[in-house]
């Protein structure tokens, strides 16, 4: 197999080249934090061989691996042969405050989403999933029927997004006459607790999701007499608030199950504003990840990433009208009410 040549990093070759090798390098980060290589140089350099030895791994494979994640930027190799130290990208996949960015790239790079880009050329030529994930249920049923580390790896991913975004989020939106607040959808519950801690005039925030995960999480930290965990599937039946949170929810799903979803938010409460917390896709040619994400999102659950008339439409189609757009904060800002 011959290397790629080396090439000024400005030129078209370099990036196509570069674009390339994104999937092996996503492996690669991959095997990194899944063998906890992170967390052994964490207290201070190391040798890639004596980190072998304690994992059981072949030293040769341990050392080029280690050597291939400095290239990254994850990890700092040393003027001494085979060790290697921290940088701050490695501090952040290792166990430390809750391992959320492990187990975000654990998820992102896992073997589940990774095998399931197969067959995307067959998706996008005939406009439907053609991902292959094993059961009738798609993407969802695989992650329920997964092991137990990949589910809590991806709970953690959840709730990672939330600490990014929900603070910025929560105050870039006014709850100001809102008595019950509903996230649906809302995982780990991150969300409507930054909710409750910034809008004292909320009385109750339910963290609504299914019975799986509302079961998976419980715990007795929940003293907040105004938070409250509610099982169920929105697709049947939401409950009653004065407004409706939905954090990257809608962009799973096609117009269809989003029609479903607004339904049953009429019919709980037909008077509640809708809060939407998903990517707008506003801009041409420029660098973000909302294009490539709506590629995944199409791929892997024929959801997509909406732009402004598309969300539009989708409101209008349900007797809904968007009193906001604020693509200035991310992911992005939506605020729906009934006409």
């Not at 290397?3 to 078209?12: D, E, I, V």
């Not at 997004?161 to 991150?190: E, N, R, W, Y």
């Not at 479903?260 to 509640?272: G, S």
């Not at 892997?300 to 906001?324: D, H, M, T």
């Amino acid at each position: 197999m011959a290397n790629p040549p080396t090439l000024p990093s400005t030129t078209p070759i370099h990036n196509l080249l570069q674009i390339g090798m994104y999937n092996t390098i996503s492996r690669i980060v991959h095997a990194g934090v899944y063998l906890g290589l992170p967390d052994h140089v964490e207290n201070g350099p190391k040798s890639a061989f004596q980190i072998a030895k304690e994992i059981k791994a072949d030293p040769d494979s341990v050392y080029r691996l280690m050597r291939a994640l400095s290239s990254q930027g994850i990890m700092r190799e040393e003027d001494e042969f085979g060790v290697f130290s921290k940088t701050p990208t490695s501090t952040l996949l290792t166990n430390t405050d809750k391992g959320l960015m492990r187990s975000g790239i654990l998820t992102l790079c896992g073997d589940l989403q990774y095998k399931a880009h197969l067959n995307l050329v067959k998706t996008i030529q005939t406009g439907i999933p053609q991902s292959d994930f094993g059961y009738e249920g798609g993407f969802w049923e695989a992650l329920l029927r997964s092991d137990p580390d990949t589910i809590l790896n991806f709970n953690k991913y959840m709730t990672l997004s939330s600490i990014l975004f929900a603070p910025t989020l929560v105050k870039s939106t006014s709850f100001s006459g809102m008595k019950i607040v509903c996230d649906l959808g809302g995982s780990q519950g991150m969300l409507i607790r930054e909710i409750l801690k910034n809008n004292p005039n909320v009385q109750k925030g339910i963290n609504f999701d299914l019975p799986t995960i509302i079961e998976y999480k419980k715990s007795n930290e929940d003293n907040n007499t105004r938070y409250e965990e509610v099982a169920g599937d929105f697709f049947d039946s939401v409950p009653f608030a004065d407004a409706y949170t939905l954090k990257f929810v809608l962009h799973d799903w096609n117009d269809d199950k989003c029609k479903i979803i607004l339904k049953n938010i009429e019919n709980a409460n037909a008077n509640a504003k809708i809060i939407i917390y998903d990517s707008i896709c506003d801009s041409k040619n420029e660098s973000k990840f909302s294009p490539i994400y709506d590629i995944k999102m199409k791929h892997f659950l024929n959801g997509r990433e909406r732009s402004p008339q598309e969300w539009i439409n989708l409101a209008e189609s349900c007797n809904y009208k968007i009193v906001e757009f604020n693509s200035s904060v991310t992911p992005g800002l939506i605020i729906m009410v009934h006409k």
